[in-house]
């Protein structure tokens, strides 16, 4: 490992610093995505039958775990009784700081991408040009065994900028990507909520109809 950093050039030290951060920030960010995890039909399936209920303490009391789909609903249920337009400037705030705790480092992955791309390229021509400057300062022609050891030496840092923008593109396309699936499903959670206020509005006026009906023929009067 030494001989390689040895070999690879000063650049190997900028590499290693960059893969060092970039694998902390990967297990940083698994370990948030973990630690944030909800099954979104399992909320779906158990806020349902509450919210159309009406037992709004039970669901409120049920959305204090922890997880972006339950904050949201959270939000929704307490702010429930402002209109539509001031509860969805809530919702979106609280959408935007929750998209912000997910998505926070996932860009340092993309540039780390890159510049440990660009790096291992720097490197690789460092090594050449210091190669062939010493063979001239020599006054000679390389040889061919100075040549093979200097073209294996000069790729050294490409492969290790490769082996590490790598993990970091994918890592970041994969987090991006569940980033975007959490936005999507808690704006379709954000629906389902509306849609079942809106139930459980209509099975509350019929049951007041109902009771006004059956009041109104107990007390004898003639129905219009």
């Known amino acids: 490992m030494w001989q390689f950093m040895i070999k690879g050039g000063p650049v190997m030290w900028p590499l290693l610093a960059t893969s060092i951060f ?14 944030y995890h909800q099954k979104f039909d399992f909320v779906v399936n158990t806020l349902r039958p509450l919210i159309i209920s009406n037992a709004w303490d039970k669901a409120d009391k049920w959305c204090q775990q922890r997880g972006p789909f339950t904050r949201m609903a959270q939000v929704w249920i ?39 791309t660009l790096l291992g390229l720097l490197g690789t021509f460092h090594v050449m040009i210091t190669r062939l400057v010493l063979s001239e300062t020599a006054g000679g022609g390389m040889l061919n065994v100075n040549f ?43 629906s389902y909520l509306d849609e079942w206020q809106e139930q459980a509005d209509n099975q509350r006026h019929g049951t007041d109809d109902v009771t006004e009906i059956s009041k109104i023929s107990r007390a004898g009067t003639p129905l219009p």
């Open 22 to 35: 970039s694998l902390a920030i990967i297990l940083e960010r698994v370990f948030t995505f973990a630690l």
């Open 78 to 116: 307490q702010q429930r009784h402002r209109t539509k337009e001031a509860r969805n400037e809530l919702l979106r705030r609280e959408g935007l700081i929750i998209l912000g705790d997910l998505s926070n480092h996932l860009r340092w992955l993309a540039v780390l991408a890159q510049v440990s």
């Open 148 to 190: 093979s050891s200097g073209v294996w030496e000069a790729f050294l840092t490409t492969m290790v900028g490769l082996m590490i923008a790598i993990p970091c593109a994918a890592s970041y396309q994969i987090l991006e990507d569940r980033v975007d699936t959490i936005v999507r499903r808690m704006d379709i959670l954000v």
